[in-house]
C-alpha cells in the first residue's frame, strides 16, 4: 500500500467538494492522506486526526469521479440520510446485496434519487452500508418491493479491508 500527503490545493478543492455534496461545513483540511494499492480503480483519503474516511472511486462509464464515507468516517457520513433495515436483511447487505425495499423498517431524513444514504441495522443501530438511492425517498416510502438502494460499501468489501491496512 502506497501512502502520500496530498497537496493543499487538493485539500481546499476536497472540502469545498464535501461542503458542496454533503454540506460538509469544514472548510479546510489540514492533514490528508491519500492510500493506494495494486487496485487503480479506487483510492482511500483519509485524516486519521479528524476520523474523516473516503473513497476516490473511478465511475464506470465516464471519468468523473465520486466520493463514498467510508463506514469508519465521522465527518461525512453522519450527514448522509439514514434507512433501517430489519434483521433478516443485514446478513445480506453485509454480503454486497442491494437493500430491497421489503427489508426497509424506517427512513430518516430526506434524499434524491442518486443521493447518498447510511444504511443502519435495526437491532444495535449500527451503521452496515453506504448506498445509492435508486429512487427519492418519498418513492421508497410507498414502495411494497423492488431494490431501492445500490449497495456501494459494505462491512468486510475490499475497501474495508483496504483500510483495515490504514488504520489498525
Not at 473511478?58 to 433501517?84: F, H, K, M
Amino acid at each position: 500500500m502506497r501512502i502520500y500527503n496530498l497537496s493543499k490545493k487538493t485539500r481546499d478543492e476536497l472540502a469545498q467538494n464535501l461542503s458542496d455534496c454533503f454540506g460538509w461545513k469544514r472548510t479546510k483540511l489540514s492533514d490528508l492522506k491519500a492510500a493506494e494499492n495494486e487496485d487503480p480503480s479506487f483510492t482511500i483519503l483519509f485524516d486519521t486526526s479528524e476520523n474523516l474516511f473516503l473513497l476516490k472511486v473511478a465511475q464506470s462509464g465516464n471519468s468523473t469521479l465520486r466520493y463514498v464515507p467510508l463506514l469508519r468516517d465521522e465527518q461525512v457520513l453522519p450527514l448522509l440520510p439514514v434507512v433501517i433495515v430489519d434483521s433478516g436483511a443485514v446478513k445480506f447487505v453485509c454480503n454486497g446485496a442491494n437493500v430491497m425495499r421489503p427489508g426497509i423498517v424506517k427512513i430518516g431524513g430526506q434524499f434524491r434519487k442518486s443521493d447518498l444514504v447510511v444504511i443502519h441495522e435495526e437491532k444495535y443501530g449500527k451503521a452496515i452500508s453506504v448506498g445509492r438511492a435508486l429512487e427519492s425517498s418519498q418513492i421508497v416510502e410507498n414502495m411494497q418491493r423492488g431494490t431501492a438502494i445500490e449497495n456501494l460499501h459494505y462491512v468486510g468489501d475490499r475497501y474495508w479491508e483496504a483500510l483495515k491496512q490504514i488504520v489498525h
